[in-house]
């Protein structure tokens, strides 16, 4: 069965800042993955996604994200943090990988970026 | 371009009633997916839809059901509420035979269950 883990329940980073957010995945062949952002009451807005390709994927906002095969990681990166950013962070990986829209998403890390 | 709409946003209801949330997918999309976040945690599949039958289910109880109708919204119904049905409700929307294509999903429907 697929699935991703968040190892951090909470980020926490000054303002300007470069900010990590870290995933992990287990998975049976190519990895789908993908990153949204949850803002309070709010549903989930989609970041970025790795399919195939470059393992540097850019997003939404600044956000980026970097495919490591050998590590099994797809950490979310921002090279200048905003109190913006504020928000509840999901990684997610489709199961099966090439199959229909399922999702599997991690439990989610709290980014607190403070002024 | 309206993105993906659901209804209601906020619902009390008692235990053993029955409740129904609707959703619009995204326009152009054709498959919705329902999802159970309950506080504290990630988003739970709960199940698919795709050309007005279920295609993928999660692990839950057969009291949840739905349906999609001819236009692609969907509805989420929920009989036998439990208190542990209290959580956030979302809908996702995408396009069928784009593999590589993202879900959008809605703003939610909070449920809370007294």
């Given at each position: 069965a697929q699935s991703v883990a968040q190892p951090e329940d909470q980020v926490n980073v000054a303002e300007g800042n470069p900010l990590t957010v870290k995933c992990t995945y287990s998975v049976s062949g190519n990895p789908y993955l993908f990153w949204y952002v949850q803002y309070p009451n709010r549903g989930l807005q989609f970041l970025l996604k790795y399919i195939?390709?470059?393992n540097l994927v850019k997003g939404s906002y600044g956000f980026e994200a970097e495919f490591n095969k050998s590590q099994t990681s797809f950490h979310l990166k921002k090279p200048s943090a905003l109190v913006s950013d504020s928000a509840l962070y999901f990684c997610a990986v489709r199961?099966?990988?090439?199959?229909?829209?399922k999702l599997i998403f991690g439990a989610g890390t709290r980014l607190a970026v403070h002024p | 371009d309206a993105g993906v709409t659901q209804s209601p946003t906020h619902l009390i209801k008692t235990r053993g009633q029955q409740v129904t949330l609707r959703c619009s997918p995204k326009s152009g999309h054709d498959t919705v997916s329902w999802y159970q976040q309950a506080l504290g945690q990630g988003p739970q599949f709960i199940f698919q839809y795709y050309e007005e039958e279920e295609r993928q289910r999660g692990n839950?109880?057969?009291r949840f059901s739905g349906h999609q109708f001819p236009n692609y919204s969907s509805e989420l119904n929920v009989n036998?509420?439990?208190?542990?049905?209290?959580a956030l409700y979302l809908c996702a929307s995408s396009l069928e035979g784009r593999g590589n294509t993202e879900a959008f999903f809605g703003q939610g429907t909070r449920l809370t269950v007294v």
């Open positions: 195939t390709g470059d199961d099966p990988p090439g199959g229909y829209n | 839950f109880p057969d036998a509420l439990l208190l542990g049905d209290s």
